[in-house]
């Protein structure tokens, strides 16, 4: 049983404890609490009762809920005439990863190392990885580089693509 699945744990606690680290907009906020609510008092959740309770309208909520599931923090699952919203992927952000990097975004973190401004060509290639890799690989590439002072694109890239080809071996892929 993982961490936030346990019975004394009050997930809704943490997420406001965590808000900072989460990077949630405020109507995504209300949705996952609404929503944690709503599974904790085994309350069927309908695009009309969060309207409802949020004063938002049906697309905003639909278009929060898409949002939660492309970011990996929420699934929705059926089963027979039952929908779930789960938001297990919330829970498991890194949030010691996010302490230490701070608020700084990923273009902030390679800038630092690289002591200059990125150019228009690398923060494409940035954000590139960033729809391949996670971004604790990216960052850990990145500290990687850093360590063994080869700061250059292809290295991080041949140091992400080694992770990758890693992480797939160990998964048995």
Wanted: hydrophobic letters at 35%; charged letters at 35%; proline letters at 1%.
């Amino acid at each position: 049983m993982k961490w936030y699945e346990q019975n004394f744990i009050d997930r809704r606690d943490w997420i406001l404890e965590n808000l900072e680290y989460l990077g949630l907009s405020a109507k995504e906020v209300l949705i996952v609490l609404l929503i944690d609510f709503c599974n904790e008092h085994r309350t069927e959740i309908t695009t009309e009762l969060m309207a409802r309770k949020t004063g938002m309208s049906s697309a905003e909520v639909e278009e929060t809920i898409t949002l939660l599931c492309a970011r990996r923090y929420m699934e929705i699952r059926a089963s027979g005439k039952r929908v779930r919203f789960v938001l297990n992927g919330l829970f498991e952000v890194d949030t010691e990863r996010d302490r230490t990097d701070g608020d700084q975004s990923l273009f902030g973190l390679f800038e630092s190392e690289f002591g200059r401004p990125l150019s228009q060509k690398e923060a494409q290639r940035i954000s590139d990885w960033n729809r391949t890799y996670e971004h604790r690989m990216i960052v850990e590439a990145l500290r990687e580089a850093s360590t063994y002072q080869k700061m250059n694109f292809a290295y991080i890239e041949s140091i992400l693509h080694r992770m990758k080809t890693d992480r797939k071996t160990a998964d048995g892929k």
